[in-house]
Every structure is written in C-alpha cells, then in structure tokens.
T-cell receptor, first 114, second 114 residues
Framework: AQKITQTQPGMFVQEKEAVTLDCTYD???????LFWYKQPSSGEMIFLIY??????QNATEGRYSLNFQKARKSANLVISASQLGDSAMYFC???????????FGAGTILRVKS | DAGVIQSPRHEVTEMGQEVTLRCKPI?????LFWYRQTMMRGLELLIY????????DSGMPEDRFSAKMPNASFSTLKIQPSEPRDSAVYFC????????????FGQGTRLTVV
C-alpha cells in the first residue's frame, strides 16, 4: 500500500531564506507521481509542483523546487526566498499509475518570520 | 471552468440527522476523490471514482457513510445517521487521467455535528 511520511509537524523560516520540507514515500509501483499542495489558513488546497517517477530532472516552478531522490524514496520541497505569504500547511502526495489513487501525508505547518 | 464546486460550504446538523454533501467536478475530468480533513487524522481519502464507478472505498469509515456518482457531473457523500465525531472539513477533488495530472480541489464543506 502506498504511504507518505512527513516527519516535520512544524517549521519556522526567516523571511527571504530558503526552507526544505521533507517527504518520504513508500510504494511498490515503478510508475508514480509526487505532488505538493499548499493549504493557507483560508482552507483551500493549492497545487504547487509535480514530479514524475521517471523524470530525470528535478521539477521547478518559480520559487518551488522538488529535490527528488528516487533511491531514497524522498521528494522534498524547497522554497527559496521565503515570503510571509508562504506561511501555510504543506502536503506531500503520491499517485500511483496503477489505480490512480491519490494519497496525502500528514502535512507540515510552515511559519515565515519577518 | 468554475472549478470543482462543493455545496454547502458550511453545514451544522444535530446528531442522528442525515447529511448530504454535494460535488460538481470539473467538466471532462474522469476521476473524483472525496477526502475528510481533521486535526487528528489529517487528510484522509474516503473514496474515489473513475468514470462514475467507485474504485476504492476502503477509506470510508463505516456503514453510515455512502457515496454515489450518478453521472459525470455530480457526486454525493451521505452520512446517516451523523455523529459528533463526523465533524470535519470534507473536500471533493477531480482530475484527469493519467496520474501525472494534479487533482483540483473544491473549497470544502465544513460539517459540524452537535
């Protein structure tokens, strides 16, 4: 069964600095996708970035990048130049190609300090 | 497209009453997911559909919960009878195949059972 682990319940980062949010996963599938979502205090779920299991390059989207280490089964999110508006809950998720089930980790609360 | 539409946004009901949550996915999306979010359990996948057919309902907590998708543009999640421990935010999300595409979330329904 697929499983996502986010070991950091909460993180603090100083404004303008970079922060890494950890995510490890477990799957027996060879083909899968990894996603990061942001949930601000308003409650909506916002898609940030996607990494496919066969992608050789790490995904990047603006200030977001995904540090994908397939052998270690980790998919950490890196946010560069943190902004106050980055304060939110961040979820890592995985979707296996077989069945297309989308499962989320427990989330990490990020607080950006000014 | 207006995105995934959920109704109602807020629901307060008394214990023992039937509750029906509604979801309209994005047109053309063939996957629909129902999630429940609580502080204690995080974001749990309850059930998901592919082309209106339930694929995996292993996350449905008990027989009091049921979900249907009578057509491609509508799904319901019903709780009967409701209990205080069902209080949570319920999200509906939809996506396309394949698994490399992100799921788009509705705004959620905040359910309070008193």
């Amino acid at each position: 069964a697929q499983k996502i682990t986010q070991t950091q319940p909460g993180m603090f980062v100083q404004e303008k600095e970079a922060v890494t949010l950890d995510c490890t996963y477990d799957t027996s599938d060879q083909s899968y996708g990894l996603f990061w979502y942001k949930q601000p205090s308003s409650g909506e779920m916002i898609f940030l970035i996607y990494q496919g299991s066969y992608d050789e390059q790490n995904a990047t989207e603006g200030r977001y990048s995904l540090n994908f280490q397939k052998a270690r089964k980790s998919a950490n999110l890196v946010i560069s130049a943190s902004q106050l508006g980055d304060s939110a809950m961040y979820f890592c998720a995985m979707r296996e190609e077989y069945g297309n089930k989308l499962v989320f980790g427990a989330g990490t609360i990020l607080r950006v300090k000014s | 497209d207006a995105g995934v539409i959920q109704s109602p946004r807020h629901e307060v009901t008394e214990m023992g009453q039937e509750v029906t949550l509604r979801c309209k996915p994005i047109s053309g999306h063939d996957y629909l997911f129902w999630y429940r979010q609580t502080m204690m359990r995080g974001l749990e996948l309850l059930i998901y559909f592919n082309n209106n057919v339930p694929i995996d309902d292993s996350g449905m907590p008990e027989d009091r919960f049921s979900a249907k998708m009578p057509n491609a543009s509508f799904s319901t999640l019903k709780i009967q009878p409701s209990e205080p421990r069902d209080s949570a935010v319920y999200f509906c999300a939809s996506s396309l195949t394949p698994g490399s595409t992100e799921a788009f979330f509705g705004q959620g329904t905040r359910l309070t059972v008193v």
